[in-house]
């Protein structure tokens, strides 16, 4: 092969064109002949029976299309994991705008005024809103005992371990509720026909979870159901589950009325009825000997899955797992539990369940480094994971890892000591106190434990008539860049420059199923498989005589124009298999929990504003090893972006909840980051060996999201003095925190 | 169908193109862009003027064209995204950001590009307050605003090479 790199170049983005110039075709950009708008009436309460719905007056109802709970062909559920939750509530509601009816119009402006007209009765029950109250069991309102998954993993002996302590530290912590906050809403057109069934066109993530939920709704076989991703506009994970919930909605009118629909939430019901991130607690018990090294510990780790049990049992997984952090535990026991609550479910979003026990465990070395009496630096050198330990779920680590050099390049780049000393002097007398915080962290790529087994995930490549290649996929760029990523791979291994491969519009009547778009898995994973099917396409034209040992980009487009204009057609299929030696005991949540990890150190210096109290972050470092960086222009976009949601997550972005139902569904009172409110971030990569990923890539998407919020808060307590255990932490909390601190004379002089 | 009250002619030139269109004086005009004249760049993702993707250039300043009733944009002149390249060559912004990496999903692209056209056609050298404070108006959840802000900065340095 005669090929100039690929890999690691920064190649144009496949759909980057239409994307810059408008042109770009988003589900809400699109509109078929016939169509109707769709809308949905919601629960106005948390929790009760339906007594009565009725239909008020000064609506012209027979020119609506209605739907029911009882027009449903299928099963009345959200096809995933378990069947617990309806597509549409029938006799009860469980959370604040659980879905009860639909309703279809030519004229959407016409839509809201008849969503307003439909009323509905109801005989409330009590309602549970908080992880403490659902744990009390004083009101069951899921399962037996309000609990959708308990985990424990647990690895030595860890009840005879606190006599040996020189200190045992506790702690307990709290993360809040976050919006994905996509810029483009939750949207799907669906089509039924009698001969092909339903159509569904969506902004979403997961075409075969769709697929799926599809034809257990509509009672349809699977090649009567076809998914067709359109361009997303931002997904975060806010589009892993939900979509099957509004496709389902648009199929079952689209049924009803034989007409295509169109359902786009506007801002406030995207934010009010949609998912977001798993609000959590994590108490920490930690025995540690004079030096400040660990010997073992408790943590039990709790999050708050609203209402129905959607994707919590894996959030919660991933959560459990990474609660530990990147630490050697010669002992620990870690107990996950997920619980209900009358709140709209909470779902994926970038980290899945690592962002809040990361949050915890980093807060928490920040503690015991106080207690024992040495920095924070040094809490975290003397506890790091090497080569050769065991992870909590005792998984041995076999790559080379160097934590240690890793937080030492941050704190060179920080500046760390100079800048730590200049800052204490400063702080004595300012009233712009800085400091300066880190947080060390994994992530795991692929799957939990033996995910990518059951996935079995397969990829195809076509060769094209004119010479070049298609990849087959049902993997979704919503923004990370898989198209231009999944080519490049492609590219590399056929020799073949960037341009003659092309990558299908994930469609589930042309692409297999490539998996979900999810747990940072389409590089490692399914980039692994489409290199796999790359060198599929090389072996049939070299075994067929039309491909040489050593070819030119034109001998390569040559052989397989000829190949196909020979065979007709020309498909090369592979399918995810274990790498051996992969152990996982699902029943004790033993073994090789993922397939390889990423490891960062981040630093945040901020300045926390004693007049106002809000904080700015004025310096991050974003250091990490993510195995061989495929596009750095890209990847070091995955850090900014996943930095910057982290200091949204930390400083900025509270979900204000009433009675179960999110009461700051606008971005004027969500607040997220804007570019006047960020520091320029400082990407860096260092790039070790890989044998799990293509081309030695590990996962990345989802790492950057772990880190910020803890980096951020001991930051502040660094300024401060004072430790936060809560996010979001909002200025008036700081306030508080402040306040309560003062001398009692001074809270007399204010009265 | 039902009478909503009339529907006035309204003129406004759209990147150089003189249209007409009936539209109810209240009608944003973004629905007017989008749904009568096809140009469908300017997204809508939040409908109360908070993220931006919807701006547009009338008369020469920025606009959430989801907050202006297509009645004030009678005589006005229009730019949206569609109306900066030029056939197959990109605008410079345009370029920078395929270069840089500052668009990832897209949704927000076709405003944060416009937001930074009005920026540039004010201030020619920007410096990295300046394009954060033009740009602050305008959401994205994907980039953290890093690479858009050096996309601008480097449409800003071509455009005075040029």
Known sequence: MTNEQIIGMPVPRKEGRDKVTGRAQYIDDISMPGMLHGATVRSSIARGKILKI????????????????????????????????????????????????????????????????????????????????????AEIIWGTDNTFKKYCVEKGEVDDLWDKAAHIVEGEYSTGAQEQLYIENNGVIASFDRERGVTVWGSLQCPYYVHKALMRLCSLPE????????????????????????????????MKSGKPVKIVYDRMEDMTATTKRHPSRTRHRTAVDKHGKILGGEIEFVVDGGAYLTLSPVVLSRGTIHAGGPYHWPSIRISGKAVATNTPPHGAFRGFGAPQSLFAMERHMDR???????????????????????????????????????????LTL?????????????????????????????????FTGSGERYLASVVGMQGLADGRVRILVSSTEFGQGTKTVLSQIAAETLGIPYADVEIAQPDTEQVPNSGPTVASRTVMVVGKLVQSAAKGVLQTLKASGLL??????????????????????????????????????????????????????????????????????????????????????????QITGGVAQGIGYALYEKVVWQNGRMQNGQMTNYIMPTSADLPSIRVYFEELGNVHGAFGAKGIGELPMDGPAPAIVNAIEDALGIGFDVIPLLPEDIFQAITARRPANDAAGVQ | MRNLGAQPEITLTVNGE???????????????????????????????????????????????????????????????????????????????????????CGICTPGIIMAACHLLARTTRPTREQINQGLSGNLCRCTGYTQICEAVAQAAAQGRAE
């Open chain 1, 548 to 637: 040489p040992e050593q070819y030119s980009r034109d001998e390569f487009r040559d052989a397989c124009a000829r190949y196909v204009a020979e065979h007709g057609e020309f498909k090369s299929w592979v399918r995810y298999e274990a790498p051996p030696g992969i152990f996982w005991d699902d029943e004790k949540y033993r073994g090789e929990a993922y397939a390889a990890y990423a490891w960062a150190v981040y630093l945040a210096e901020v300045t926390v504003d004693l007049t106002t109290y809000s904080v700015t972050v004025d310096d991050f470092v974003a250091l990490q090893e993510v195995g061989k960086v495929l596009h750095p222009v890209l990847a070091r976009g």
């Open chain 1, 223 to 254: 090649e009567k159901v076809r998914v067709v991703q359109t361009e997303t506009g931002g997904a975060f994970g806010g589009k892993e589950e939900y979509p099957s919930i509004i496709a389902g909605h648009a199929a079952l009118l689209a």
């Open chain 1, 414 to 446: 920080m500046d760390y000591r100079v800048r730590k000393n200049r800052f204490r002097e400063q702080n004595r007398s300012a009233t712009h106190k800085k400091g300066i915080g880190i947080a060390a962290f994994l992530h795991g790529a692929g």
């Open chain 1, 368 to 410: 015991i480094a106080a207690v024992v009496g040495i920095s924070p630096v040094e809490i975290r050198r003397r506890n790091f994971l090497k080569t050769g330990q065991t992870t909590a779920t005792e998984q041995t680590i076999h790559e080379p890892i160097d934590l240690e050099q890793l937080l030492e390049r941050g």
């Open chain 2, 18 to 104: 003189e249209k007409m269109v009936r539209a109810y004086p209240m009608e944003r005009l973004l629905d007017v862009l989008r749904h009568q004249l096809g140009l469908t760049g300017a997204k809508e993702g939040c409908g109360e003027g908070e993220c931006g993707s919807c701006s547009v250039l009338m008369d020469g300043a920025l606009v959430n064209s989801c907050l202006v009733p297509v009645l004030q944009a009678q005589g006005a002149k229009i730019t949206t995204i569609e109306g900066l390249a030029q056939g197959p060559l990109l605008h410079q912004l345009q370029q920078a950001f395929l270069d840089c990496g500052g668009a990832q």
């Open chain 1, 54 to 137: 009725s239909y008020g007056s000064g609506i012209a109802w027979d020119e609506f299309v209605i739907v029911c709970a009882s027009d449903i062909p299928g099963k009345n559920c959200v096809a995933l994991i378990a069947d617990d939750q309806p597509c549409l509530a029938e006799g009860v509601v469980n959370h604040p705008e659980e879905p009860i009816l639909l309703l279809a119009h030519p004229n959407r402006h016409l839509l809201r005024k008849a969503v307003e007209a439909v009323s509905i009765e109801y005989a409330p029950l009590p309602p549970v809103f908080t992880i403490e109250k659902s744990e009390s069991q």
